[in-house]
T-cell receptor, first 117, second 113 residues
């Protein structure tokens, strides 16, 4: 598609349930990133992929959080046994190659707002 | 880890005024980007500017990597400029392809008509 697409846009769940958040990056973008943003804060890095390989998952808060990108395109962020503190905006971004070899220009989706009751 | 500090935290402007937002970072970076989060929550990339100066319409940005800061200039502000402006940096890493951007806490700008 033309931009980064995330679904669902809004998710309300009860504590203890599992949720899966989906991200469809810009076509051809190699790198895909997941961020979490609490109200009034800047986005906080969770994990990123180059193609299907998860390069860095140091930002995942605990082992209830996992992410995959099996075919190097669409990615899913899964949160198991959700807790109220997981409530936040979850943002996905993608980028192409950069000249410096670092992070390319990031394009964000509209985010998935998760509320855990 | 690298620290990213943005100032001021809040800014209120009258339409037509100019402003300068600052981003300081604590370590050498090979990547710096500015984003605008509009009142609807969309996060839009404004500039990819690891060094030098760029201009896009009424907005321009300058990064002085050796002194570890970047500035975002907004001229002739409009109400549609309202929102939160974030600076994000990537620390220089050896033998690393790709990486992660670390965001500052943002500057919340409100432009009054």
């Amino acid at each position: 598609g033309a931009g980064v697409s995330q679904s669902p846009r809004y998710k309300v769940t009860k504590r203890g349930q599992d949720v899966a958040l989906r991200c469809d990056p810009i076509s051809g973008h190699v790198s895909l990133y997941w961020y979490r943003q609490a109200l009034g804060q800047g986005p906080e890095f969770l994990t990123y992929f180059n193609y299907e390989a998860q390069q860095d998952k140091s930002g995942l808060p605990n082992d209830r959080f996992s992410a995959e990108r099996p075919e190097g395109s669409i990615s899913t962020l899964t949160i198991q046994r959700t807790e109220q503190r997981d409530s936040a905006m979850y943002r996905c971004a993608s980028s192409g190659f950069s000249r410096t070899g670092g992070v390319g220009e990031l394009f964000f989706g509209e985010g998935s707002r998760l509320t855990v009751l | 880890g690298i620290q990213v500090e943005q100032s001021p935290p809040d800014l209120i402007l009258q339409e037509g005024a100019n402003s300068t937002l600052r981003c300081n970072f604590s370590d050498s970076v090979n990547n710096l980007q500015w984003f605008h989060q509009n009142p609807w929550g969309q996060l839009i990339n404004l500039f990819y500017i690891p060094s030098g100066t760029k201009q896009n319409g009424r907005l321009s940005a300058t990064t002085v990597a050796t002194e570890r800061y970047s500035l975002l200039y907004i001229s002739s502000s409009q109400t549609t400029d309202s929102g939160v402006y974030f600076c994000a940096v990537e620390r220089i890493m050896i033998y690393n392809q790709g990486g992660k951007l670390i965001f500052g806490q943002g500057t919340e700008l409100s432009v009054k008509p």
